[in-house]
């Protein structure tokens, strides 16, 4: 009978189910230790740069970005979908030379597989076997979308994929980065609502990196459910020594006010400065799902911001006009 129960535990011994956690982070301020969770951003905007940048420090036990320290090294095991691993290859050996290490000091493997399917139950047996042979501190898969078939925007769909990935860390005791994009003229959402896809992927994220880009200036904004994030910072593409291999660099802190887009009625109310527009039209110019526009809506209606004419939302004209 007792097989049938599920296992409980006294609150004050919770701590003895679970691995130590101090030092609390992997890679200080930027990703907690055992953390699941997103490096997100716009396409061409350096994730897959900072991915490795995070994979070398971690594998190295250098900083970060030259700034965020790791308190405990170890190995890293890495999957590229998209880049070419002789590519990879000579990225990392710019990273290893601006850190002046030989590349064979890193502690980073590389799945070599061409591809791996989180939807497909074989893929998933090989890599859970691949993970729990090499024990690694940290698995970066890169990117999400070339990792399966399903529809992003379908709960149902990603949820299995997220379960399984969080299940590698809590059996393996693994953090797990997860590259994904975010959508295209997405810049007036805050970080993780601007992620392609369902809103299962934020709510997913123990540590969350995610880069935006404007004109040459990249920024880097961290967040952490458990933990108070660093300030924004604006980050550079620098070419150094190396051409055709550039890495990223810290160029200066971002205030959190300008890194943080405004609030979502004052998005909205800007939008339809602009021009008058239908729900469905608000709807894809704000991103934002339907009940939440809604709610924007009604709030904007009562308070006399906005009125509903002509089957079109619009900022009434002052008196006198």
Same mark, same amino acid.
């Given at each position: 009978m007792?097989?049938?129960?599920?296992?409980?535990?006294r609150?004050s011994r919770?701590h003895l189910?679970?691995?130590?956690?101090?030092?609390?982070?992997?890679?200080?301020?930027?990703w907690?230790?055992?953390?699941?969770?997103? =490096?997100?951003?716009?396409p061409?905007?350096?994730?897959?740069?900072?991915?490795?940048?995070?994979?070398?420090?971690?594998?190295?036990?250098?900083?970060?970005?030259?700034r965020?320290?790791?308190?405990?090294?170890g190995?890293?095991l890495?999957?590229?979908?998209?880049?070419?691993?002789?590519?990879?290859?000579?990225?990392?050996?710019?990273?290893?030379?601006?850190?002046?290490l030989? =590349?064979?000091?890193?502690?980073?493997?590389?799945?070599?597989?061409?591809?791996?399917?989180?939807?497909?139950?074989?893929?998933?047996?090989?890599?859970?076997?691949?993970?729990?042979?090499?024990?690694?501190r940290?698995?970066i898969l890169?990117?999400?979308?070339?990792l399966?078939?399903?529809?992003?925007?379908?709960?149902?769909?990603?949820?299995?994929?997220?379960?399984?990935?969080?299940?590698?860390?809590r059996?393996?005791?693994?953090?797990?980065l997860?590259?994904?994009?975010?959508r295209?003229?997405a810049?007036?959402?805050r970080p993780?609502?601007?992620?392609?896809?369902?809103?299962e992927?934020?709510?997913?994220?123990?540590?969350?990196l995610?880069?935006?880009?404007?004109?040459d200036l990249?920024?880097?904004?961290?967040?952490?459910?458990?933990?108070?994030?660093?300030?924004?910072?604006?980050?550079? =593409?620098?070419?150094?020594?190396?051409?055709?291999?550039?890495?990223?660099?810290?160029?200066?802190?971002?205030?959190?006010?300008?890194a943080?887009?405004r609030?979502?009625?004052?998005?909205?109310?800007a939008?339809?400065n602009?021009?008058?527009?239908?729900?469905?039209?608000?709807?894809?110019t704000?991103?934002v799902r339907?009940?939440?526009?809604?709610?924007?809506?009604?709030?904007?209606?009562?308070?006399?911001?906005?009125?509903y004419t002509?089957?079109?939302?619009?900022?009434?004209?002052?008196?006198?006009?």
């Open positions: 007792n097989g049938h129960l599920l296992k409980v535990c609150a919770l189910l679970s691995p130590a956690t101090h030092p609390p982070w992997l890679v200080e301020q930027l907690a230790q055992h953390a699941c969770g997103i =490096l997100g951003g716009e061409k905007c350096g994730k897959s740069l900072l991915a490795l940048d995070i994979a070398a420090s971690v594998a190295s036990g250098t900083a970060c970005l030259g965020f320290g790791v308190p405990r090294p190995r890293v890495f999957f590229a979908a998209e880049d070419a691993l002789d590519v990879i290859h000579q990225r990392l050996q710019a990273i290893a030379h601006q850190r002046q030989q =590349l064979d000091a890193f502690n980073l493997y590389f799945i070599t597989t061409p591809i791996v399917r989180l939807d497909d139950d074989s893929d998933r047996a090989r890599l859970k076997a691949t993970v729990e042979r090499g024990r690694p940290l698995l890169d990117p999400f979308v070339r399966h078939a399903v529809d992003e925007n379908a709960v149902a769909a990603v949820a299995p994929l997220l379960a399984f990935l969080r299940s590698l860390q059996k393996f005791h693994t953090a797990v997860l590259v994904h994009h975010a295209k003229a810049s007036h959402l993780g609502q601007a992620l392609r896809g369902s809103s992927l934020h709510a997913w994220s123990d540590s969350s995610y880069l935006r880009r404007r004109g990249i920024t880097l904004i961290a967040e952490h459910r458990a933990a108070a994030a660093p300030d924004p910072l604006a980050l550079a =593409l620098v070419n150094s020594n190396n051409q055709h291999n550039p890495h990223l660099e810290i160029v200066q802190t971002v205030s959190a006010s300008l943080h887009e609030d979502p009625e004052e998005q909205l109310i939008a339809l602009r021009s008058a527009m239908s729900r469905a039209q608000l709807r894809q704000l991103g339907n009940e939440r526009l809604g709610h924007l809506l009604d709030r904007l209606a009562a308070s006399g911001r906005i009125v002509d089957h079109l939302w619009r900022v009434p004209l002052p008196i006198g006009h």
